[in-house]
């Protein structure tokens, strides 16, 4: 039913969903470009449409009194930030004991422009062995949807090749303030 609902709400404001849903119960979604306060809804309904779920991960200090309970009912994943084994494993392990599960991330990690996308996304993926999917909101031609997958390999440069040809041309709601499509890595920090 929210499938049905969501689907209709795209036609009726003028979006036209593309792709399916991926075929693996596991994965990292990445949500690009990210401008708007927009994106968050725009995301919602593009996942419902697609009758996906997605989860999403704060810092455990946002989960107190009644706001845990409705950022639980809405997908959030509180995590504890000085955990001993440490933020990858942690994640790594939240994927290994369950049976299916999204974690959708915006990687530019905020809605200004940025010089870099934060890497989180492709290290928690990495280190849970699971893929990376490509989503996106292209506001220029009212398209939206899962169009892409990436099998991490480890090299983080060579994979981003891949998922920065994918994300080429698509604009967001305020271009103007959409970051770079390059990623922070060791080398990049290095010659920062």
């Not at 968050?40 to 946002?62: D, Y």
């Not at 090749?161 to 390059?182: A, D, H, R, V």
């Amino acid at each position: 039913m929210l499938k049905f609902f969501s689907r209709t709400i795209l036609k009726v404001i003028g979006w036209k969903l593309i792709g399916n849903p991926p075929q693996e119960k596991k994965f990292v979604a990445i949500g690009v470009p990210h401008t708007s306060n927009w994106d968050f809804p725009v995301a919602l309904l593009c996942f419902s449409a697609l009758g996906l779920r997605f989860n999403w991960v704060a810092k455990e200090s946002l989960f107190k009194g009644p706001l845990k309970y409705i950022f639980k009912w809405i997908g959030g994943i509180p995590l504890n930030r000085r955990s001993p084994t440490g933020f990858l494993k942690d994640m790594a392990a939240i994927y290994a004991r369950s049976e299916s599960l999204v974690i959708a991330i915006a990687p530019e990690g905020t809605r200004s422009k940025t010089d870099y996308w934060m890497p989180g996304f492709y290290y928690i993926a990495n280190e849970a062995k699971v893929p990376i999917v490509l989503a996106f909101a292209d506001y220029s031609k009212k398209t939206m949807g899962i169009a892409g997958i990436v099998h991490p390999t480890g090299d983080i440069e060579a994979d981003f090749e891949k998922i920065k040809k994918f994300y080429e041309g698509k604009k967001g709601k305020n271009p103007e303030t959409q970051s770079e499509l390059k990623i922070r890595t060791s080398r990049a920090i290095k010659s920062s």
